[in-house]
C-alpha cells in the first residue's frame, strides 16, 4: 500500500512539471508607408478588387516552407488576425491611398473608377533551414484601365529577404516588409506607364 502511494505521489509531482499548453497568437500585417506621389496617377477613383488566394493561402495560420521551399506546413498556434488574402488586399488600399494615387481609393465596387487593381498571392511564408529564416512574399498584380478594360500591367513581384531572429514575430515584420517592397515596385512600375498617359475621361 505504501509502495502504491508513493508511487502516485511521485505521479503527481511529475503532473506539476508538465509545460503549460501554448496560447495562440494573432498577428496584424504591417507594411511601412510609401512617400506621396508628386501628382495623382487620374483624377477619378482607383478600385482595388478583393485578391485572389489558393490552397493553405486562403487559411489565417502562418506558413512556414522547408529549405528548399517545396514542403510546406501550417504553424501551430500562430495566425493572421484574417486571410491573407484579405489583409494583403486591405494593405494595397491604404498603400495607394497614402501614396496619393487618386483622390479616392476603394476596396470592391466604384462604378466611376478610373482604373483598377487586381491580384493574386501566389507566395506569403516563413521559410527555415535550421536557425536560418527568409521571408518571402510573390505577388501577381494587374492594373486595368477601366473604361475599355484594357489590362495596361500584369506582372509577379517576388521579395525575399533575411530574419534575423528565428521568431514569427521578426518574420511577420519581415513579411510586411516584403510586401510594402512589392506594392513599391508595382507603383513604381504603374507611375513610369501613366506619367505620360492621359487620363481616361469621366
Do not use: N
Not at 44 to 65: C, F, M, N, T
Not at 128 to 149: K, W
Not at 154 to 167: F, G, K, N
Amino acid at each position: 500500500m505504501r509502495r502504491v502511494l508513493f508511487a502516485l505521489v511521485l505521479s503527481l509531482a511529475a503532473c506539476g512539471t508538465i509545460a503549460p499548453i501554448p496560447t495562440d497568437t494573432f498577428y496584424r500585417l504591417t507594411v511601412p508607408a510609401p512617400r506621396p506621389l508628386a501628382k495623382p496617377w487620374c483624377a477619378g477613383p482607383i478600385e482595388v478588387e478583393s485578391l485572389q488566394a489558393g490552397g493553405l493561402l486562403k487559411d489565417r495560420a502562418i506558413v512556414e516552407a522547408d529549405s528548399r521551399g517545396v514542403a510546406l506546413r501550417q504553424l501551430p498556434y500562430h495566425f493572421w488576425v484574417d486571410s491573407p488574402e484579405h489583409l494583403i488586399a486591405h494593405e494595397l488600399v491604404a498603400y495607394l491611398r497614402a501614396l496619393r494615387a487618386a483622390p479616392i481609393v476603394l476596396a470592391g465596387q466604384a462604378e466611376s473608377a478610373a482604373y483598377e487593381v487586381r491580384g493574386r498571392v501566389l507566395r506569403f511564408e516563413r521559410q527555415r533551414s535550421g536557425e536560418h529564416v527568409r521571408a518571402r512574399v510573390g505577388l501577381e498584380l494587374v492594373l486595368v484601365e477601366r473604361r475599355q478594360g484594357r489590362v495596361l500591367l500584369a506582372r509577379e513581384y517576388d521579395e525575399s529577404s533575411d530574419v534575423a531572429t528565428t521568431s514569427v514575430a521578426d518574420a511577420v515584420a519581415a513579411l510586411g516588409t516584403g510586401v510594402g517592397a512589392a506594392f513599391g515596385d508595382f507603383a513604381a512600375d504603374s507611375d513610369r506607364l501613366l506619367s505620360g498617359a492621359a487620363a481616361p475621361d469621366r
